[in-house]
DNA sequence: CCTTTAGTTGACGAAATCGACATGTTATCA
DNA sequence: TGATAACATGTCGATTTCGTCAACTAAAGG
């Protein structure tokens, strides 16, 4: 289970899910992350895995969690609003967190019956 | 700015940290991962990164995610509140999410002043 | 003293990614 | 038709990690 080979095929597609979801082209990101634009499409088309190192580039300019690009977690942006509220959420003792909880889903639901 | 012979560097001192967080020996960590044991040292003690694949093996074996161990998170714990949240707060709108921020700020204040 | 366990360090060839570059395809637009 | 842009594909030597192995040190226990 959880098979090398597929994490490959999985990479490949999230870096084209992360680079459509961003708008930019191959050539972009690859001046973004100071890579040749046929590094890029050989992470996309071909078998190439990036290095430590590029795995890291790609994901600080596509701002994406690195977890995402390896198939680790299906959220894109598990990077941005969760990640500013996780200190003070940390500082809440259980009670309050349970009524921050509550709180936010009341929202959620709000905003998914009338949507901004 | 953000190099990369301290991005190594850091991954060393946050292996290390995951390790010992799991409480596994490097021999325990080898088997989990199915790495040799020099390799294990190699990264902690050596200057060596880790590969695609190898990286994704120590963070799942160590049950940690692949941006801790990049440097690019700072928070070990993958199952935090913030991560339970995150499809909650996913689902909301700008104006929405930063009420929800102040809400829960002002609630983590108030804990701090007052713990459980 | 001996044994075991944990970890370090270095070396070896094999394999893979590296950057660089050349070439081809496909689509769009003038 | 020609030009340009986005992308694919493949090759080159260079670099790096790969797994394996050997040879240590150091600490703990009998």
Redesign the pocket.
């Known amino acids: 289970m959880d098979d090398d080979a597929t994490a490959t095929e999985i990479f490949r597609k999230r870096l084209q899910t992360a680079r459509d979801a961003r708008e930019v082209?191959?050539?972009d990101l690859a001046k973004k992350t100071g890579?040749?634009?046929?590094?890029i499409?050989?992470f996309?088309?071909?078998?190439?895995?990036?290095?430590?190192d590029?795995l890291r580039r790609l994901a600080n300019a596509l701002d994406v969690s690195t977890d995402f690009l390896l198939g680790r977690t299906d959220e894109i942006g598990t990077i941005s609003a969760a990640k500013r509220l996780q200190a003070d959420l940390d500082r809440l003792n259980a009670y309050d967190l349970e009524i921050a909880e509550k709180f936010i889903r009341v929202l959620a639901r709000k905003d998914d019956s009338s949507p901004s």
Request: cysteine-free; glycine content about 16%; aromatic content about 4%.
């Open positions: 082209t191959q050539q890579l040749p634009p046929s590094s499409s050989h996309e088309g071909g078998g190439r895995k990036p290095s430590f590029n």
